[in-house]
T-cell receptor, first 114, second 111 residues
Framework: NAGVTQTPKFQVLKTGQSMTLQCAQD?????MSWYRQDPGMGLRLIHY???????DQGEVPNGYNVSRSTTEDFPLRLLSAAPSQTSVYFC?????????????FGPGTRLLVL | DAKTTQPPSMDCAEGRAANLPCNHS???????VYWYRQIHSQGPQYIIH???NNETNEMASLIITEDRKSSTLILPHATLRDTAVYYC????????????FGQGTRLTINP
């Protein structure tokens, strides 16, 4: 299993540009999440999904859209990038099973918005 | 969700046991204690979790006080590769998809 994969690893955007951060998992996990981590800070939840076709907002959802058309993929879209969205973005997945209560994280995407 | 308090940094000698404390005095009866760590700039890594009883796995041990208001993560024989930021998180079961990460404890293992 590849686990949780994220692309791209690095991205530079200009203010106002849009882009999609890709996240995929091959563990057949029901739950997937997107977090952002600013320098020296903990992770903050952006959006999450409890299954295909179901998404909900986390702590900091403004400026981001998500969709979950398949179990495997959970892309994060930046509609109009702003410098405040400069951050490291982590995708995570979990089985959603009480007996397998752990979240698996991807390697992250480092985004710089100029 | 209950909040947690952790020391911002700790040091430990290589080969010794690293004991990381966490206070969660407002924890509810249905909330679990989770520990994750983040090595350098990698994605966080799950370590262990528990509800009431002490837990042990191949990575660490989790000791939860009887009143559940605090816990300690124990790395029995710390190595240089255990240098990381350790996060203590309290959350009720919800598929673990909505974890709230604080600033954690930066653990440095010294040779």
């Amino acid at each position: 299993n590849a686990g949780v994969t994220q692309t791209p690893k690095f991205q530079v955007l200009k203010t106002g540009q849009s882009m999609t951060l890709q996240c995929a998992q091959d563990m057949n996990h029901e739950y997937m999440s997107w977090y952002r981590q600013d320098p020296g800070m903990g992770l903050r939840l952006i959006h999450y999904s409890v299954g295909a076709g179901i998404t909900d907002q986390g702590e900091v959802p403004n400026g981001y859209n998500v969709s979950r058309s398949t179990t495997e993929d959970f892309p994060l879209r930046l509609l109009s990038a702003a410098p405040s969205q400069t951050s490291v973005y982590f995708c995570a997945s979990s089985p959603g099973d009480r007996d397998q209560e752990t979240q698996y994280f991807g390697p992250g995407t480092r985004l710089l918005v100029l | 969700d209950a909040k947690t308090t952790q020391p911002p940094s700790m040091d430990c000698a290589e080969g010794r046991a690293a004991n990381l404390p966490c206070n969660h005095s407002t924890i509810s009866g249905n909330e679990y204690v989770y520990w994750y760590r983040q090595i350098h700039s990698q994605g966080p890594q799950y370590i262990i979790h528990g509800l009431k009883n002490n837990e042990t796995n191949e990575m660490a041990s989790l000791i939860i006080t009887e009143d559940r208001k605090s816990s300690t993560l124990i790395l029995p024989h710390a190595t240089l590769r255990d240098t990381a930021v350790y996060y203590c998180i309290v959350d009720r079961f919800q598929g673990a998809q909505k974890l709230v990460f604080g600033q954690g404890t930066r653990l440095t293992i010294n040779p």
